[in-house]
């Protein structure tokens, strides 16, 4: 039972779905489902092969599998030859296609089809289905197994269902625990054989449960006898089981310490002989990891997984005790244990006395003498005493022997008292129902003597025996726990009957050079099996045409009921033969056993032994001599098989010494109690149980009785090669397998019969919506409303025959049809249901509705009326208390504000802006309040300036009128007082004199500023003044007065945005400016006339002298720091002399008048080099003047 000769690893996820042949838990890659019809290849469906021949179908097997299409369709039966490496069939595309498409599209022949088909039919149809994988050791059924339990899990609600919707999370549950149990079982039951490298060594079969929707919701395993001599004993080239290589290889490195482990293979003896080369299929490393991911995902615990691989190591450990003989005193044989390390490190894992455990190996409590029941009965041993001194106790009449000396037998009066009370008190510890036996016997006088309980020692081979048993014990009743616990994980929690669909997972076919009983019970497990398919397939089908009248030609095939019959019958079959030879027990079991086969089988042509031939013996059968000796050859289906008898009747009586279990129980490790029960003292049954061949006939037989009641879906795999390699196709191998299945009688049996088969009463109560005649009820009889339902269906008559009492469907492909048209026609009712429900349902709530609204409008509206008088009248009471409150609150509220701003009043200053808050309906009162006060305290603030103050302030007030956000420079001016003489102009004695004789007594702004050329731009200092009444330009050494501009000639100020400290003050075109330059004429004009200044002031408006040298001189142009105070102190003296403020321009071009022409000044804010920050640069370039900032 093999996946391309891989060991299995953790089962693909239920979201990334099916994983593919030969590749263990590796994704395939995503192919879209419309390219499976673009590969194929060969003929699909063989029933459409022709000619229909053995060669003609492995011909057909061989093309297809060269194109890597491994599914080819056999009739009702898949066949799937392993192609032992990745393939690209199993995304979710494909999974999703053969969900949604599978019955009514031709998609190729593929696993998920017959997956599909059997989950349709459970679900649609409420037929509990089956599917069973069968083929020879590597051929591929556990990964097909696999593949079928991942699509039949995720069909149901989809492949992403259970991630996209929160309500489906238990049925994700269920998934994972039922897709990881298989690599967890794989782990545990699974190894390398030559056959196959992940090669079941126990059969499994599962119960999947789903609900009415399709969804799993349990499910039930079942295993089947594991090959549990695989623990102590492989052949050369193969493997233990998983478990030992991957936890060795995998586990991190405190575990291995905690369970006194190294990861070296070769320090232990059951894994050293068989040891294999580094294999690419298998990675214990990786493969560990799943197996605890698995054992997580099932529920079991942290500390349940340690006692898991305590046990585990305890199995590998109990290997490496070896056992050296000694001589006792009486010269009979003992052993002692060589290497005591392991033993004590076994004991620290199970948590057991090394003493104990010690003796429990070397030593064998037996009853020795007559047995006081029937010769068939042969009761297990009792446990032996917690002391190893004692060697033997004697009971009725036999007395004890001292310790190292052979068991003796006395007379009864020899024996002593403390002997007889010896016996008692060991008999009661030991509380085993011996003693009671004996006791009876005893007491009743019987003349039979009693047995007698000895201890003995055992020699070193037979220690190692008892070693060996313990460890298979160990391991298998581990795995039989481990199957249990992964059961209560995945096992149905609410009651009731449910829909199964079974998934049988078989061993292989398996022919070795060397051949035991468990090859023979796994032959015979398949023999069983092949009966069964044949039987289905073959047998039931041609009985069922002859019954029904059809008309049938047989088909003639292999019937293996005779082996099976050889192997079970009763009471001279094989597995009795070796039951009967089981419980007569003594040395030479094995030759006994092949003695009597030989007399009781020997006469079935398909038993062969080396004393014996056959009764009818074939002609290709080959002659006695070649049977070897101690070997008996059987004529399976599959081909001859021969076994050698060597540990038959052991392995059949598989019973474990009471010692043992007794020492097992006795472990303090939590698992051993479970796995070993009848170590209990307390216990007093010795009913013997079943043999292992009596057993697994029984199990079989349930599984095929189970089998049989429901519809079987079978999986035929095909190993295409013995090397376990890819694209290797051997011939004679596939037609030696397509031959002994049956393959080609299936498919003329399938291809002269009909696909389906159903009765009557089944076939008209299932499709008989489809016709008017019969729906919804036929009253005629079934016939002949089956007959009417096919002539109101659009198919012709050759697609269906009728039988005496049922009704035969040719094709597949007409069932689906059928199913379709079935489906439609639901729908259909469906919705006529759904219309006449609502429109019932609808009418009656409408009808409930109206008399209700009736009932409710009428008590409304009486109510309603009442409610709004009321409603009317509490309303204005409201009002009025309302109105009344509020007046009272409004007046409240009115002095409180008041009273609290009486107090709370801000500082006097009119810079202070606080003011206390007011209530929203307050907020006009307060403004008006607030501007009231700021009034008053400005007003307060006004009064103690001076008129010198007053002043100042004006300026400043008109300076900020004036230049705020308009010029660059003003921010500056505003910390700055306008000081006005900034030369103290006012003390000097010159300027007193002249003042008087030029009537500018008041002088409002003195400083010396640079006046501008106008030719080249160049600056020139002055003494610039500003009285009351004029501009005077004066020499700032000589004062001597320059120009004199009487302020009402000056009518406008202009000035750039920038930070350049330029005014240009514009002169009206009427006044004419003297040159007051030229001295020498001056002076001699004042000599000479005797006239003063003044009087040439009288004659000549606005001119310091009347001269006819004067000469137009028009506007100027300034630069100072104080350009803010001086433009706005001229322009009061200008508002104040005119009556009427001048223009003040301020921008970036403007015009000047410069006398005789006109001057466009341009002023450039530029970050020139040449410019440094805070200086300005000026050009004359004809008539513009540019200045740069």
């Not at 202070?912 to 309906?921: D, G």
Request: net charge positive.
């Amino acid at each position: 039972m093999s996946s391309g000769g891989v060991p299995s690893a953790a089962a693909t996820s239920s979201s990334q779905c099916c994983g593919q042949h030969g590749s263990r838990g590796h994704s395939a890659r995503r192919a879209p489902p419309l390219a499976i019809h673009e590969q194929e290849v060969g003929v699909a469906d063989t029933l459409q092969l022709e000619p229909l021949t053995e060669e003609a179908f492995v011909a057909n097997l061989q093309q297809r599998f060269k194109r890597d299409l491994i599914y080819t369709s056999a009739g009702d039966v898949l066949v799937s030859v392993n192609p032992y490496k990745k393939l690209a069939l199993y995304s979710l595309d494909v999974v999703e296609a053969y969900r949604t498409k599978a019955l009514l599209s031709h998609l190729p022949p593929h696993i998920f089809a017959l997956a599909d088909k059997a989950h349709w039919n459970l679900r649609e149809r409420n037929e509990e289905q089956c599917v069973v994988v069968s083929g020879e050791s590597g051929s591929g059924k556990t990964e097909a197994a696999r593949i079928v339990l991942q699509y039949v899990t995720v069909a149901g609600s989809g492949p992403t269902g259970a991630q996209q919707d929160p309500s489906l999370a238990p049925i994700k549950q269920v998934r994972d625990r039922l897709l990881q149990a298989g690599p967890l079982l794989e782990a545990f039951g699974n190894a390398k054989t030559h056959k196959n490298d992940n090669s079941s060594r126990f059969g499994k079969y599962l119960d999947v449960e789903f609900d009415f929707k399709g969804d799993p919701v349990g499910g039930t395993f079942t295993s089947y006898l594991l090959e549990k001599s695989r623990v102590t004993r492989q052949l050369a080239g193969e493997r233990n089981f998983h478990i030992f290589y991957q936890l060795l290889t995998g586990a991190d490195i405190q575990l291995l310490k905690s369970l006194k482990l190294h990861r070296n293979i070769d320090n232990y003896a059951f894994l050293r002989p068989s040891r294999p080369l580094s294999m690419e299929t298998i990675d214990d490393k990786r493969d560990f990891q799943v197996t605890k991911k698995a054992l997580e995902t099932l529920g079991f615990s942290a500390e349940d997984v340690v006692q898991i691989f305590k046990v585990v190591a305890s199995v590998l450990k109990l290997g490496n005790i070896g056992f050296t003989p000694t001589s006792n005193i009486d010269g009979t044989e003992g052993c002692t244990v060589t290497n005591d390390y392991e033993l004590f490190e076994v004991c620290g894992l199970l948590g057991t006395n090394p003493m104990e455990l010690t003796s429990a190996l070397t030593q064998r409590t037996i009853l020795a003498g007559p047995v006081l029941d029937s010769p068939s009965t042969n009761p297990a041993p009792p446990p032996p005493p917690p002391c190893g001194s004692l060697r033997g106790v004697k009971s009725g009449g036999c007395s004890s022997s001292v310790a190292g000396t052979p068991p003796s037998f006395v007379p009864s009066s020899s024996m002593s008292s403390t002997g007889s009370r010896d016996v008692y008190e060991v008999c009661e510890m030991l509380q085993h129902s011996t003693l009671a036996r004996l006791t009876l016997a005893d007491e009743r006088g019987s003349s039979s003597t009693a047995g007698e309980l000895v201890v003995a020692d055992l020699s070193a081979s037979e220690a190692t025996a008892s070693r060996d048993i313990l460890c298979r014990a160990l391991y298998s009743r581990l795995f039989a726990w481990l199957v249990k616990q992964v059961n209560d994980a995945t096992r149905v929690r609410k009651y009731g009957k449910r829909k199964v669909l079974g998934i049988m997972d078989i061993y292989g076919f398996e022919v070795f050079d060397q051949n035991n009983f468990e090859q023979f019970i796994i032959n015979f497990c398949n023999e069983k099996l092949q009966q069964a398919v044949a039987e289905c397939t073959l047998r039931l089908r041609q009985d069922e045409m002859l019954r029904e009248g059809i008309e049938w030609t047989p088909v003639d095939f292999f019937n293996n009921t005779p082996v099976c019959e050889l192997i079970e019958k009763n009471n001279h079959g094989i597995l009795a033969v070796l039951d009967e030879e089981s419980q007569r027990g003594g040395p030479g079991g094995d030759e006994s056993f092949l003695a009597r086969l030989c007399h009781t089988c020997g006469s079935s042509a398909y038993f062969e032994t080396r004393n014996c031939a056959p009764h009818s013996a074939p002609t290709d059968l080959p002659c006695n001599t070649s049977v070897p000796p101690n070997c008996f050859r059987l004529r399976h289906y599959a081909g001859t098989v021969t076994y050698n008898v060597a540990g038959f009747v052991e392995k059949n009586n598989d019973t474990l010494p009471l010692d043992l279990s007794l020492a097992m129980f006795r472990c303090e490790h939590p698992l051993l109690k479970n796995l070993f029960p009848e170590g209990n003292p307390k216990r007093t049954t010795l009913k013997r149980a079943a043999s292992a061949g009596t057993q697994f006939k029984i199990s079989v037989g349930a599984l095929m009785g189970n089998l049989q009641s429901k519809t079987p879906h079978f999986i035929r795999c095909i190993k295409p090669n013995e090397l376990k390699q890819p694209r290797i196709f051997e011939n004679a191998l596939v037609q030696h397998q397509v031959r002994y299945l049956c393959l080609v009688q299936t498919i003329k049996v399938r291809k002269t019969s009909f696909a389906h088969s159903e009765s009557y009463e089944s076939f008209l109560h299932r499709y008989k919506m489809l016709s008017p005649h019969t729906w919804p009820c036929w009253r005629g009889s079934a016939v002949e409303g089956a007959s009417y339902l096919l002539r109101d269906l659009p198919l012709s008559s050759p697609h269906f025959a009728f039988g005496r009492t049922k009704i035969f469907i040719r094709s597949e492909r007409t069932v689906s049809e059928l199913e379709e048209f079935r489906r439609q026609r639901l729908e259909d009712l469906a919705a006529s249901v759904q219309k006449m429900w609502r429109g019932y349902r609808c009418r009656q709530r409408y009808l409930l509705m109206r008399q209700s609204q009736i009932v409710i409008a009428s008590a409304w509206r009486s109510w309603r009326a009442r409610e709004e008088y009321r409603e009317l009248k509490r309303r204005k009471q409201i009002e009025w208390a309302v109105q009344v409150i509020q007046t009272h609150y409004l007046q409240w509220r009115r002095r409180q504000y008041l009273q609290r701003l009486c107090v709370s009043l801000p500082s006097d200053s009119p810079v202070c802006r606080e003011w206390p808050m007011a209530a929203k309906r307050l907020a006009d009162a307060n403004l008006m309040l607030r501007r009231m006060h700021h009034k008053w305290r400005c007003h307060k603030y006004r009064l103690k300036f001076d008129q010198t103050a007053r002043n100042r302030m004006r300026e400043k007030v008109t300076a900020s009128i004036i230049f705020k956000d308009r010029k660059a420079s003003y921010p500056r001016s505003v910390s700055h007082p306008f000081l006005g003489d900034y030369v103290r102009l006012r003390q000097n004695v010159q300027w007193k004199k002249i003042c008087v004789e030029t009537n500018d007594q008041y002088v409002v702004f003195a400083d010396i500023i640079n006046k501008i050329t106008r030719s080249s731009g160049k600056f020139v200092p002055i003494l610039f003044v500003l009285s009351t009444s004029s501009m005077l330009i004066l020499d700032q050494r000589t004062l001597q007065i320059k120009y004199r501009v009487p302020a009402t000639e000056i009518y406008r100020l202009s000035l750039s945005p920038y930070l350049d400290d330029v005014a240009i003050f514009h002169i009206k075109a009427s006044c004419e400016l003297p040159n007051l330059a030229h001295e020498a004429g001056c002076s001699d004009c004042s000599r000479a006339g005797g006239s003063s200044p003044l009087q040439g002031a009288e004659h000549a408006t606005g001119c310091l002298f009347q001269s006819d040298l004067g000469k137009k001189k028009g506007d100027f142009v300034f630069h100072t720091g104080h350009v803010i105070e001086i433009v706005t102190k001229l322009f009061l003296v200008v508002q104040n002399a005119v009556g009427k403020p001048p223009e003040v321009n301020i921008n970036t071009e403007f015009e000047a008048n410069f006398g005789s022409q006109s001057v466009m000044f341009s002023f450039k804010c530029a970050g020139l080099p040449e410019v440094q920050p805070g200086q300005i640069k000026i050009m004359r370039k004809g008539s513009r003047m540019e200045v740069l900032v």
